[in-house]
């Protein structure tokens, strides 16, 4: 999929609103926006590689059927998201219960990379960084979802809420004790200062 220099130029919401008229291109530079984003999020939620990429694509044809229907109540993304969220929750809970380990090499998370590290440092964010993978793996779906939609991801409370289909109380409950969950198993890694 390759967006016309034009169709890149175009707002958000004015491609949206093409989409919904049925117009494929305005779609299909939607999606270049987001794709990317959107399979790095299923992979966090602890999809391997090829789930990931399947329920990305039924995510894109549901919201290609569904977009009409769209209400533009939130963002396109946070929309699209939900939709990939719910599949993903679909096919997590046919798996038998196990400690996934989710990747983040695709889009490695920010807070843990310095580039002026030496070697030392380097070596010591990438095992940081492993064991928060395997950590977030361990959490069960209902807390690790908050915590990737809130604290990797970036949404906000509300659009987060939304997409879980969640009150901002509720939400906020959950984030809560996945961030608590997340931090009881990086016990080791975690260094307090008041020693």
Do not use: C
């Not at 046919?94 to 310095?114: H, I, K, M, N, Y």
């Not at 380097?122 to 095992?127: I, P, T």
């Not at 987060?160 to 016990?187: I, P, Q, Y």
């Amino acid at each position: 999929m390759t967006g016309t220099p034009a169709s890149r130029e175009l707002s958000e919401d004015t491609l949206v609103e093409r989409a919904a008229g049925g117009d494929m291109a305005a779609f299909e530079e939607l999606l270049m926006r987001h794709a990317d984003r959107l399979f790095a999020s299923l992979r966090r939620f602890g999809l391997d590689d090829a789930e990931a990429q399947e329920v990305a694509q039924d995510t894109f044809l549901r919201a290609w059927r569904s977009l009409p229907r769209f209400e533009r109540r939130s963002r396109f993304f946070t929309w699209l998201y939900r939709i990939g969220f719910n599949e993903a929750q679909r096919r997590l809970a046919r798996r038998p219960a196990r400690g996934a380990v989710v990747s983040t090499e695709e889009q490695p998370l920010d807070e843990l990379a310095d580039d002026r590290a030496g070697p030392a440092e380097q070596a010591e964010n990438q095992e940081l960084r492993t064991a928060l993978e395997r950590a977030l793996g361990e959490l069960p779906v209902d807390l690790r979802a908050p915590v990737v939609l809130r604290d990797i991801e970036g949404l906000s409370t509300a659009e987060a809420a939304s997409v879980l289909k969640l009150g901002e109380a509720a939400f906020k409950s959950r984030l809560h004790r996945g961030r608590m969950a997340l931090r009881g198993l990086l016990t080791p890694w975690i260094v307090t200062s008041d020693l």
